[in-house]
T-cell receptor
Framework: GAVVSQHPSRVICKSGTSVKIECRSLDFQATTMFWYRQFPKQSLMLMATSNEGSKATYEQGVEKDKFLINHASLTLSTLTVTSAHPEDSSFYIC?????????????FGSGTRLTVV | AQSVTQLDSQVPVFEEAPVELRCNYSSSVSVYLFWYVQYPNQGLQLLLKYLSGSTLVKGINGFEAEFNKSQTSFHLRKPSVHISDTAEYFCAVMNTGFQKLVFGTGTRLLVSP
């Protein structure tokens, strides 16, 4: 249980275009999802916390107009990288918080490798 | 605020040897602790977690970790590693208010024959 599906797994786009990444909780409702960015051989950097039905909370230094987050339903959050540039190339990972009884935890998606050319 | 330190960026080990990956945390409040594994170009998979109760936690793939409150540590151990254990391992901490996870910088485990 507690499966998170992230699509696409890999995307290449031209500089200046926008890319949407989807994160779905398949067998549970996720009122809160998280978006991370991971640079090569580095740790995960939290970009924003996505709350269903309300605005996302962005971490310091993350441009909210560049990285648009929408959490319109209890099972879907999307991250849109707008007007992408080569420096936006990275590995993006989403996660969803779940709680079943006392079993709290986070489940991660399989990640999206974004390459901007 | 919480922080996590993984002192070893890379740990080389031979197959079937034991291994310990170190994790120390800093927090002014009670925390939950996690270990995740990441294979190349994939997301994170939970190995084990400490929420409460027994300080020795057993996880998947033969891994275990021990929560030591006095030393603020949560080291990961496996008595005999396999080639397939080669991956990046992340320690993470979260306050018991169940807010965001804070990750360490990761430790690359390299298992050779």
């Amino acid at each position: 249980g507690a499966v998170v599906s992230q699509h696409p797994s890999r995307v290449i786009c031209k500089s200046g275009t926008s890319v949407k990444i989807e994160c779905r909780s398949l067998d549970f409702q996720a009122t809160t999802m998280f978006w991370y960015r991971q640079f090569p051989k580095q740790s995960l950097m939290l970009m924003a916390t996505s709350n269903e039905g309300s605005k996302a909370t962005y971490e310091q230094g993350v441009e909210k107009d560049k990285f648009l987050i929408n959490h319109a339903s209890l099972t879907l959050s999307t991250l849109t990288v707008t007007s992408a540039h080569p420096e936006d190339s990275s590995f993006y990972i989403c996660s969803a918080r779940h709680s079943r009884g006392t079993n709290y935890g986070y489940t991660f998606g399989s990640g999206t490798r974004l390459t901007v050319v | 605020a919480q922080s996590v330190t993984q002192l070893d960026s890379q740990v080389p080990v031979f197959e079937e040897a034991p291994v310990e990956l170190r994790c120390n945390y800093s927090s002014s409040v009670s925390v939950y602790l996690f270990w995740y594994v990441q294979y190349p170009n994939q997301g994170l998979q939970l190995l084990l977690k400490y929420l409460s109760g027994s300080t020795l936690v057993k996880g998947i793939n033969g891994f275990e970790a021990e929560f030591n409150k006095s030393q603020t540590s949560f080291h990961l151990r496996k008595p005999s590693v396999h080639i397939s254990d080669t991956a990046e391992y992340f320690c993470a901490v979260m306050n018991t208010g169940f807010q965001k996870l804070v990750f360490g910088t990761g430790t690359r485990l390299l298992v050779s024959p």
